[in-house]
């Protein structure tokens, strides 16, 4: 199971300390999580560029982040990492815009 | 396959086009296609901003994409939106996320201040400004600015004092006077220029009680009870025009993150002209001890904060670390330079290792005049050369005092 728990530690590689509320992810990738609601949209895509920036491939980030909590039996936060990136991608979108 | 799906006639009509080429959505949700490559990165995004703009959910849109593709068993296709939407994703905050970027200064600007408040420094040339240098260095009133002396003539002497630019660690174990020592400093210090004290473990009040006591003479516990004769109250009243006097000021604000501590630097610089900073305990302070880790990152983070804040707004930095001294093979319990993390020595430009012999002698054995003795080893100094200074420590009030005994040589390391 630890395997999976490499991104977390990769994502401190880039974040140090800055990030360790929300070194699982969830603040990204699930929108019915706490951590989601604790940070605005503007800040997660700041996250998400310091990250792609960091050199992590989005999908695999993603894949780690399914595997990971599919292992603990938790299919329904995997399941909802789509539905994050599309709201993530409809925010940055609408950033574009304005 | 003709099977037309039910998101495709609404792609079509978004782009009023029945024929439209992109209406499978592959473009944009499946690089694995031979459409894919047929747009580029800002024709997906414009595509996608009018499939968004015309009311469309994204989301129920790719479920329905998914959907749809796998009741045909095209199971493959269906995964692959997340790679599409992935790939797009990361175009974006790349190339679009520029403009909420803040600038590459090292640090945080302060809300309500601009970078103009910090002017950038200019590389200069050698050749064209040595000359103008050295005949304002030899002319007899030239005074240093860069140079801030710590009232320790012992100390001074090494190299002028603290230098602008400098951060500075103040190592010790535990009960080795290393935060008093500190206020000795920043009392001193603050005689020739603004110093500010941003406290971890003091009240104001504490610390000012232990300053009071530094100056006055009077041991803190007559202060905290209020023991106090007549001699006491003229004395104290002496030390209230005497710190009036200094330009001190003291911050006991709790700190709670890197980026809160570096902020509070900067504030009292913008807003109170502070040249030299003291700040206790140089230690993880993020709420986060479950990882080993997390704490190396942080202390790292802290101690590059501190230098690039140091550089960045020319000030001198000192703090005070905690090491735990190991005991020799002859039981006497000495600093060594090893046992400063890491992090810590690679980004300090001076480290002065605090020691105070009688704090180890449980069995009164030690020499009589060693116990008044206060030993700072100053075993890196990058401006100059290293010593063992010897002060003399006032143990009721612990104050210090020069003994004007130098040794110019550190041994030990």
Redo the contacts between chains.
Sequence with gaps: MNQHLDYE?RI?KIF???L?KHRTLRTLFDPYSTEWGKTAM?EK??I??RI??GGE???FL?EDYKDRYIEQNQNHIAKV???A??????A??????E | MSTEFLYESKIAKIFDDDNFEHRSLQTILNPHSSVWDKTTMDEK?EM??KI?KNGE???YL?ESYQADHISFRNEEVAKS???G??????Y???E??KK??EPTKFVKPIPGKKWSDFPEKQPIAVSKTAKKFIDNFINPNYKNNEIIKTGFADLDKIDGGFHLGEMIVLAGDNGNCKDQFMINLALNMSLHSKVGFISLHDSKTSLLIRMLSCLSEIPTFHLNEHKLSENNILNLKNCAAELEKRELIINDNYIH???FLIEQCKKMVIENGVKIIFFESLT?N?D?KH?K??IE??L??LCRELKKVALELNICVVVSSKLTFKSDKDGVFRPYLTQLRNETQQYADRIMLLHLPCFYDLHNKIDERLKNVFNVHLCRNRMGSLATIELHVNNSVTTFTDTNDYTSNYFYY
């Design positions: 530690f401190d140090g300390i800055e360790y503007d895509l700041k998400l560029k792609v920036d491939e989005l999908n993603i990492a789509e539905e990136i599309c709201n993530l991608l409809a940055s979108l609408k950033n574009k815009t | 995004i996608l901003q968004i959910v994204l989301e790719v939106s997340i790679s939407l992935c790939e797009i994703i990361t974006m905050v790349k679009y996320s909420i970027d993150s890197t980026s993880s993020d986060t990882l880790n997390i990152y942080d790292q983070l």
